[in-house]
């Protein structure tokens, strides 16, 4: 297991460590934050050792202007460099890890004027607004983007394979499996 960067806020509550792999062949260190066993089968549940950022494409005019997340691999890799640039200048190294890019090194302090607030629509399930943090701003060929790293923490949940390895749950896998994993994890809480 590798040492915390915040050896202070942890207080060694992580039971361990273990890698996502995506198609991609990158890696995602995670904490293991719980561990269960349902009809026979191992489920952990997972949160990234690094803080996730995600970045944003403003577009529009004035009021009219909206943030975009930025997903497409073609353009993150051509705007990497200059947001790892910006992100250096607070100590933060940014990596392309799987299933999410993520910063090591200690964040700033949350300060409510660098908060955004991401609406989310979706028809099928009522979800949260997301609180966001502003970590830098620069721009690319005239376009103005925008790193954020979410307040709430970003959580996996994975089954362990035969081999050992932690598989992510896919959404279909976790609506199947989430009232069983909620039963447990709540009877384990009382």
């Not at 660098?114 to 376009?143: K, V």
Request: hydrophobic share 35%; proline share 6%.
């Amino acid at each position: 297991m590798f040492p915390s960067q915040f050896p202070d806020e942890n207080d060694n509550a992580h039971a361990g460590s273990i890698s996502l792999t995506d198609d991609k062949g990158r890696t995602l260190d995670c904490y293991i934050e719980h561990s269960l066993s349902v009809d026979g089968q191992e489920y952990v549940l997972l949160l990234p050792v690094d803080s996730p950022v995600e970045i944003f494409a403003w577009q529009g005019e004035d009021e009219e202007e909206e943030a975009v997340l930025v997903e497409d691999d073609s353009t993150i890799e051509k705007i990497f460099g200059t947001a790892q640039a910006v992100l250096s200048e607070q100590n933060l190294i940014l990596k392309n890890t799987a299933y999410a890019l993520t910063v090591a090194g200690e964040l700033p302090p949350v300060e409510e004027s660098e908060l955004f607030t991401l609406e989310i629509e979706d028809d099928e399930t009522d979800l949260e607004p997301e609180q966001l943090q502003l970590l830098a701003s620069f721009y690319d060929e005239e376009q103005e983007y925008a790193i954020y790293t979410p307040l709430d923490p970003l959580l996996f949940f994975a089954r362990i394979s035969k081999t050992g390895q932690p598989e992510l749950l896919s959404p279909e896998e976790f609506r199947k499996v989430q009232p069983l994993l909620e039963e447990h994890l709540f009877n384990e809480v009382e």
